[in-house]
């Protein structure tokens, strides 16, 4: 079953089937203003408003001809329908009935503005239909006036359009919520004459809106049915003069899309977290395959030449972690496509146990022309034990164990982010471990194997870190990347001796500086935060948290075009952004890779995959 199917078989009905009327309503794009009417009283007074009087906006000397009648709301029976909601209950419970007032006012203050748009021509009918001897020149004198308001109504119209590209939208879809309600009132089902035509405008109005989100992906005739189920609800109106059952029907109504709203939204973080932990087939498919071909291979084929640039601190040096053989492709593929020098690239892969193999064959039969490459296993690395790594120690303990396999404690952290089996990966880690990783290099460039190397980075070694460690891209264009989103500042450890104003930085593309991190000791200062977070209660889980602060003032901020991030959660990235990047970074749980990328920007990442190879096909992986 596809997440599609799961997601529309998991919609509760909390409603009983007499509000059948009011659950078939379709859930509206903008959700800005469900808690917008408050719980009804008990008892309500229906007031009538003070008369409303119309006045012209028109040019009076063009309307010379008309009589104060013909000045008035072409149907006087309006305002006696046109009611306020200003009920008070027996205990004086104002606030409430204040609230209601002004959302019942602003709706009717915009249903009059949108109806003030046809009342030139409401009136011209009308004069036209007392007036008969003067209609051949009313109908040359309209026709001139038309000619006049052409350019400003068009002006306006484009005014309108530019403010909010929606409202047409909008409008529509507040039509529909207006007629579902009518069409559940008493008053409304003994009229089968209203009843039918009503129903048809609903399905014209849907046919119009079908996916349309702005007002330019409307169909050419939108403003005309728009207009007509205007008409019809103006009729509706007039039929009506119970406002308290209306209300009551919008209340259950609001109830319910919040309900159904709340629901969708979990279902949605539960299917979104649950596809980005999923292997696709095809990327299942690849490592086996790959891992057989290695192992048949004769041991003399298994080599890579040009291992004795491994060691030379004057080449550039990458390191990248990753069990994943496509997107490590990508990242290595990348990188050298668009190197000045490939030739000084020397490429450090280290993979886990059960896709060394698969790593170590598809770089076998997809050499990186004159760069170098490694690709190690991570148990090669005997130091690298949990006497000696404490976060190694953790995740090998049975509270983390249980934090992630006992289904009895997936209810403890609501946050499903924290929940991904990614964490538990050492490889994640192994990040903070680069001088004994490289123990002859001086200047290691680090890279996720989310990212995609869209120009030269060769500039990158010979920046001047200024006696820091880490050189990085700093994240604070927004407030949810400074230091008070991924530590716990409610603790007195975290309180003392951070700012939780502080900027944060991105992890996926950093130079370290090795013999700084050697002379300052970093591991160590790793190493005890670790110690201090045993519980987790400085941050949750993840690697970001004690990076910021592990080079907490060992970062030297980069320039922003070497490093842009959030194509894998933002579809809003900017575009100018992106095609000046040095890497893009697909961070979030919409990787290129998995269904649920960002389709606008997977093209980025999927022109730097050879979608015609052998093995690829043989898995079904398409672009």
């Known amino acids: 079953m596809n997440a599609v199917s799961f997601f529309h078989t998991s919609t509760t009905k909390p409603y009983s089937a007499k509000q059948e009327d009011v659950n078939a309503f379709t859930l509206p794009s903008d959700t800005r203003h469900l808690n917008v009417l408050p719980q009804e009283e008990s008892s309500t007074v229906i007031k009538e408003p003070i008369g409303i009087v119309y006045t012209d906006h028109t040019n009076p000397s ?23 909601l200003s009920a008070t209950d027996e205990k004086g419970h104002s606030q409430t009935d204040n609230i209601i007032k002004q959302v019942i006012q602003t709706t009717n203050q915009e249903e009059e503005e949108e109806s003030q748009k046809d009342n030139g021509s409401d009136r011209e009918s009308h004069q036209k239909t007392t007036q008969d001897q003067l209609e051949q020149q009313s109908a040359v004198n309209s026709g001139k006036d038309d000619e006049k308001d052409a350019p400003i109504a068009e002006t306006n119209k484009q005014t309108d359009q530019t403010a909010m590209p929606d409202a047409r939208v909008r409008q529509l879809r507040d039509q529909l919520i207006r007629a579902r309600v009518y069409l559940s009132l008493p008053a409304t089902k003994n009229n089968p004459h209203f009843t039918r035509e009503l129903r048809m405008r609903v399905k014209e109005v849907q046919r119009v809106l079908v996916d349309a989100t702005k007002d330019s992906d409307l169909p050419k005739n939108a403003y005309a049915k728009l207009n007509a189920m205007d008409q019809l609800l103006e009729k509706g109106k007039q039929m009506l003069d119970d406002c308290a059952t209306m209300v009551k029907k919008l209340r259950a109504m609001l109830q319910s899309t919040e309900e159904q709203l709340r629901v969708h939204k979990k279902q949605t973080m539960f299917l979104t977290q649950l596809t980005a932990k999923t292997l696709p087939k095809g990327l299942h498919c690849l490592p086996l395959r790959l891992t057989t071909e290695y192992y048949n291979l004769n041991s003399t084929k298994q080599q890579f030449p040009n291992q004795e640039k491994l060691d030379d601190p004057s080449l550039h040096h990458i390191a990248l972690f990753s069990d994943n053989v496509l997107a490590a492709a990508v990242v290595v593929n990348s990188t050298i496509t668009n190197s000045k020098h490939p030739s000084k690239l020397v490429f450090h892969v280290v993979s886990d146990r059960l896709n060394y193999a698969a790593m170590r064959m ?24 949990s006497s000696y790594s404490p976060v190694l120690k953790q995740l090998g303990s049975r509270s983390m164990i249980d934090y992630y396999f006992r289904a009895a404690r997936a209810s403890s952290d609501s946050n499903l982010k924290y929940r991904n089996p990614k964490y538990l990966s050492i490889l994640n880690h192994l990040r903070f471990y680069l001088p004994e990783i490289f123990p002859k290099l001086n200047k290691v460039l680090f890279l996720d194997d989310d990212i995609v190397v869209q120009k030269d980075l060769t500039g990158l070694w010979s920046l001047d870190l200024k006696g820091n460690v880490n050189g990085a891209v700093e994240t604070c264009g927004e407030s949810f990347h400074r230091f008070d989103r991924y530590l716990n500042f409610s603790n007195p450890l975290i309180s003392k001796n951070f700012d939780p104003r502080a900027c944060g930085w991105a992890y996926g593309m950093n130079i370290f500086d090795l013999k700084e991190w050697k002379r300052q000791n970093i591991t160590d200062v790793y190493h005890t935060w670790q110690k201090l977070n045993h519980d987790r209660q400085l941050w949750k889980l993840g690697t970001l948290p004690p990076g910021l602060i592990t080079f907490w003032k060992r970062t030297h901020p980069l320039d922003r075009h070497w490093h842009v991030l959030g194509l894998g959660y933002n579809p809003n990235v900017n575009q100018r952004e992106i095609e000046r990047a040095a890497v893009i970074h697909y961070n979030g749980n919409m990787k290129p890779w998995l269904e649920i990328g960002i389709p606008k920007y997977r093209s980025n990442w999927s022109k730097y995959v050879d979608y015609d190879h052998a093995y690829l096909r043989e898995c079904n992986i398409n672009p």
Do not use: C
């Open 62 to 84: 063009s309307n010379t001809n008309l009589t104060e009648k013909d000045l008035q709301l072409p149907d006087a029976r309006e305002h006696k329908y046109a009611r306020v």
């Open 362 to 385: 598809w770089f076998l039969v997809n050499p990186p022309g004159r760069a170098t490459i490694q690709v190690q296993n991570i148990e090669e690395f005997t130091w690298l034990n």
